[in-house]
C-alpha cells in the first residue's frame, strides 16, 4: 500500500495561484501515471490532471486547461499541481491518485476561492 499526503491549499481570491503537492510513502510511485482530482460539496470525485510516469505527457479537464499545470519529480516521490487564474468554481477538496484510483485516499488538501 501508498500513502498520499496531499498539501498546499488554503485561502485565495479570485485570480489567484496555488501550488499544491502530494507525496507518495514508496518508490513504485514512479511507475504509473498519477492524476489530480478535486471534489467539490455535493459533486462526485473528478480528475483534472494527470501525468505519466515519466513526466512526457498530461492531460487536463477542459475546466482547468491553460490555468493548471501539472509535473512530478520522481526522486522526492511527489507530483505538484501549479494552479492559477482561480476561479470560485475551482473550490474542492483536491487529492491525488492513481487514474486507475488504485491506492487508498489521502486526506485531501482544501482549495477555497473566494474575496
Known amino acids: 500500500q501508498v500513502q498520499l499526503v496531499e498539501s498546499g491549499g488554503g485561502l485565495v481570491q479570485p485570480g489567484g495561484s496555488l501550488r499544491l503537492s502530494c507525496a507518495a510513502s514508496r518508490t513504485i510511485f514512479r511507475i504509473y501515471t498519477m492524476g489530480w482530482y478535486r471534489q467539490a460539496p455535493g459533486k462526485q470525485r473528478e480528475l483534472v490532471a494527470h501525468?505519466?510516469?515519466?513526466?512526457?505527457?498530461?492531460n487536463y479537464a477542459d475546466s482547468v486547461k491553460g490555468r493548471f499545470t501539472i509535473s512530478r519529480d520522481n526522486a522526492k516521490n511527489t507530483i505538484y499541481l501549479q494552479m492559477n487564474s482561480l476561479k470560485p468554481e475551482d473550490t474542492a477538496v483536491y487529492y491525488c491518485?492513481?487514474?486507475?484510483?488504485?491506492?487508498?485516499w489521502g486526506q485531501g488538501t482544501q482549495v477555497t476561492v473566494s474575496s
Open positions: 491518485n492513481t487514474i486507475q484510483r488504485i491506492w487508498e
Open positions: 501525468i505519466t510516469s515519466t513526466g512526457g505527457s498530461t
